[in-house]
């Protein structure tokens, strides 16, 4: 089986996502600028021009970052990724992702999600989620999406993560 594309060009009525260049710096570190993004996140400082620019420059590393567009504007208004597909398991993460303050609320949230599992859905039969521990906003997110917590306290790269799983058979809350 040829190896999955873990950059493809997805739209919905909302959103528009395609690999992650960069020559999105600029417009993407614009949107990633508001302390507010980050302030519930593990990387708080995230926000600031050189820490953004390590996970940015990450994000072009990966081969799997995506750039989420405004549709009807082409403007960016955030990111996502796909990360440690393992075929064994049959099990990919989604994650890294952001938004700008204007699209939170759930709908730019829940179509980005969906476009990427149904992706995802074509070569693995679970996708996971890793959250800070204390990522209220986002767990919230994770919860209005059908999303199922996973047992006990994770950690990794020093920081207490919950994970949750949605399965392929499962339906994702629309």
């Not at 997805?10 to 614009?30: I, K, T």
């Not at 709908?107 to 521990?133: C, I, P, S």
Request: include cysteine.
């Amino acid at each position: 089986m040829p190896a999955p594309d873990l950059t493809p060009a997805l739209e919905g009525s909302l959103v528009r996502l395609r690999g992650l260049r960069a020559g999105d710096w600029e417009e993407m570190f614009a949107v990633a600028s508001d302390p507010l993004i980050w302030e519930l996140h593990p990387e708080p400082t995230r926000y600031q021009a050189p820490v953004f620019r390590k996970f940015f420059d990450s994000g072009l590393a990966s081969g799997s970052a995506l750039t989420i567009l405004e549709r009807h504007s082409g403007r960016i208004i955030g990111s996502s990724r796909y990360y440690g597909l393992d075929p064994a398991r049959s099990e990919i993460e989604i994650g890294w992702s952001f938004l700008c303050r204007a699209c939170w609320g759930g709908t730019y949230n829940r179509e980005v999600k969906q476009l990427m599992l149904q992706h995802a859905f074509g070569f693995v039969d679970t996708v996971v989620f890793w959250v800070g521990e204390h990522n209220l906003r986002s767990r919230r997110a994770m919860q209005k999406l059908g999303a199922v917590l996973r047992e006990g306290i994770h950690e990794r790269w020093g920081v207490r993560h919950v994970i949750y799983e949605i399965r392929r058979q499962q339906t994702p809350a629309g």
